[in-house]
């Protein structure tokens, strides 16, 4: 996991953490036409911050699909 040097300093992940997984990069292989899911997209926060809620955006907008979050600074 890219992410598991952060979460093992004590940050905290909106996506593969609490809140589960979020797709935020779909597309389909011109070439075979296959779906190609990844979880690439991350906001990290310090220990300081609480994350309330993580969401998906609207997938349209780009290939990657916003990752939001609802936030508490401490």
């Not at 593969?16 to 899911?37: N, P, R």
């Not at 991350?42 to 809620?53: E, L, R, Y």
């Not at 993580?54 to 600074?73: F, Y």
Request: hydrophobic share 35%; with cysteine; charged share 20%.
């Amino acid at each position: 996991n890219d992410y598991a040097d952060f979460a093992n300093a004590g940050y905290k992940l909106c996506n593969g953490g609490w809140f589960g997984d979020f797709e935020t990069y779909k597309v389909v292989d011109k070439a075979t036409q296959e779906t190609i899911i990844r979880y690439l997209d991350n906001i990290i926060v310090s220990p300081n911050i609480n994350i309330n809620n993580v969401w998906l955006g609207e997938e349209d907008l780009t290939d990657h699909r916003p990752l939001c979050a609802n936030i508490t600074i401490n």
